[in-house]
T-cell receptor
Framework: DADVTQTPRNRITKTGKRIMLECSQT?????MYWYRQDPGLGLRLIYY???????NKGEISDGYSVSRQAQAKFSLSLESAIPNQTALYFC?????????????FGPGTRLTVL | DAKTTQPNSMESNEEEPVHLPCNHS???????IHWYRQLPSQGPEYVIH???SNVNNRMASLAIAEDRKSSTLILHRATLRDAAVYYC????????????????FGQGTILTVHP
């Protein structure tokens, strides 16, 4: 079983709809992240959480919100989706107790906003 | 955030070594050099990291310049499965810093491996 899972894997929605992307992990890591990737570009950080009570904005948080329901779950919401939020979204986790603080990524969610 | 500069693309033949360069002239003393790669239709995966000394693991080697302003990821024998986008990233290791623990991805280097 995958250590970091994302649901749904693909989603097509319409402008103005509320969308939630979910991320679950079985690695026991405290830190979780949400990134988006646009075609031909690297990943950009949307939000990150260093523990259940800690939520921080990344470089492109406008139009997004997050919820850290438990250590293992971190959800990303688009309150009112718009076409330029069409992108590939990745969740990641890391363990600060490990010196490398390596990030482990999920398989991604492809979101299309019409 | 400290930035990195990588070539947009590189090509290699299968079973030949590949040297992927990265420039990071504004690196600070607490920045770790990380490499991730992203295979087609997958999330990024960790490859290797280092601070000052050269590093080896089962996937690759990392050669770090003495002044730390550049580094090179070395794949000793490229395979078709190594075709991916390779990202060189500086990670702030200063626990008191505002960017501590975060990764900032650039556009990376697209590596094509020919049979």
């Amino acid at each position: 079983d995958a250590d970091v899972t994302q649901t749904p894997r693909n989603r097509i929605t319409k402008t103005g709809k509320r969308i939630m992307l979910e991320c679950s992990q079985t690695k026991g890591h405290d830190r979780m992240y949400w990134y988006r990737q646009d075609p031909g570009l690297g990943l950009r950080l949307i939000y990150y959480s260093f523990d259940v009570k800690d939520i921080n904005k990344g470089e492109i948080s406008d139009g997004y919100s997050v919820s850290r329901q438990a250590q293992a779950k971190f959800s990303l919401s688009l309150e009112s989706a718009i076409p330029n939020q069409t992108a590939l979204y990745f969740c990641a986790t890391s363990d600060p107790g490990v010196r490398t603080d390596t990030q482990y990524f999920g398989p991604g969610t492809r979101l299309t906003v019409l | 955030d400290a930035k990195t500069t990588q070539p947009n693309s590189m090509e290699s033949n299968e079973e030949e070594p590949v040297h992927l360069p990265c420039n990071h002239s504004t690196i600070s003393g607490t920045d770790y050099i990380h490499w991730y790669r992203q295979l087609p239709s997958q999330g990024p995966e960790y490859v290797i990291h280092g601070l000052t000394s050269n590093v080896n693991n089962r996937m690759a080697s990392l050669a770090i310049a003495e002044d730390r302003k550049s580094s090179t990821l070395i794949l000793h024998r490229a395979t078709l499965r190594d075709a991916a986008v390779y990202y060189c990233i500086l990670r702030d290791g200063d626990a008191g810093g505002t960017s501590y623990g975060k990764l900032t991805f650039g556009q990376g280097t697209i590596l094509t491996v020919h049979p």
